[in-house]
């Protein structure tokens, strides 16, 4: 990628988040893909993302604790929803993220997992950049792009595992089991997954419904993901019955 081109991606950033980065090159790594940085003997955003998870955590845990929130069902659902990369994506779209990541030009960004790890990135570069700063994260990020937090709680699909479980449990009065089939496609670097066959079981193992053969989750990166996916499918099939 042209350097005049990663200046502009790095410029028009920080102007996006109103922050102007102290060392630009911390800017670079967060926005940075790890197919480009090893092509390009560059570093990348993996270690910024793991920081920025926990700064994210760690924020909300804070503002949940000070706004005296004591209902364990909304706690659960907050860390769910902080866990649920979809909460990023979703974030990460509304603001074009896309735009300014510096990645490989055979490489997809646009609607991939890969704009709710730069989010997660950025987050760690600014409490890096600013010095620990908790307050900068939260005023640039959190408070900027995640102020409607009970819609995202509600959109997030790492609840519909859950749902689905509940919903399960109102029609046949048991805690049934829910059963997925895992199709690997690909190399083991580079793996993913489609989740197929849901079935639900009662204890003794018998099939309490039957599921259309059709039903299938979308292709992740990540098991969990694919698993999420077809719950929501099956959740929203059984609710137009």
């Known amino acids: 990628m042209d350097k005049l081109i990663i200046e502009d991606k790095l410029k028009l950033f920080q102007e996006l988040i109103n922050y102007q980065f102290q060392n630009r090159e911390i800017l670079l790594e967060a926005l940075t893909t790890p197919l480009y940085g090893n092509e390009n003997n560059l570093s990348h955003y993996e270690i910024l993302e793991t920081l920025g998870d926990a700064v994210i955590k760690l924020i909300f845990s804070l503002k949940i604790y000070n706004s005296g929130e004591n209902d364990p069902g909304r706690l659960t659902k907050t860390k769910q929803c902080l866990e649920d990369n979809q909460t990023f994506l979703k974030v990460a779209t509304e603001i074009k993220l896309w735009k300014y990541i510096i990645s490989s030009k055979k490489q997809k960004v646009r609607d991939t997992s890969i704009l709710a790890d730069v989010i997660e990135s950025i987050c760690g570069a600014i409490y890096i950049d600013s010095g620990n700063n908790l307050e900068i994260v939260e005023q640039k990020i959190i408070n900027t792009y995640f102020y409607d ?48 066959n849901p079935e639900i079981l ?15 989750s979308e292709k992740f990166r990540r098991i969990k993901d694919a698993e999420k996916d077809l719950s929501l499918k099956v959740l929203k099939y059984l609710q137009s019955k």
Do not use: M
């Not at 609840?159 to 805690?175: G, H, M, R």
């Open 149 to 196: 937090w009970d819609a995202l709680i509600e959109g997030s699909s790492n609840l519909f595992k859950n749902q689905l479980l509940e919903y399960l449990q109102n029609i046949f009065k048991i805690t049934p089991t829910i059963k997925f089939e895992y199709e690997k496609l690909g190399p083991d670097n580079d793996a993913r997954w489609i989740v197929k």
């Open 202 to 216: 009662d204890k003794k193992q018998n099939r309490l419904l039957n599921l259309p053969d059709n039903l299938r």
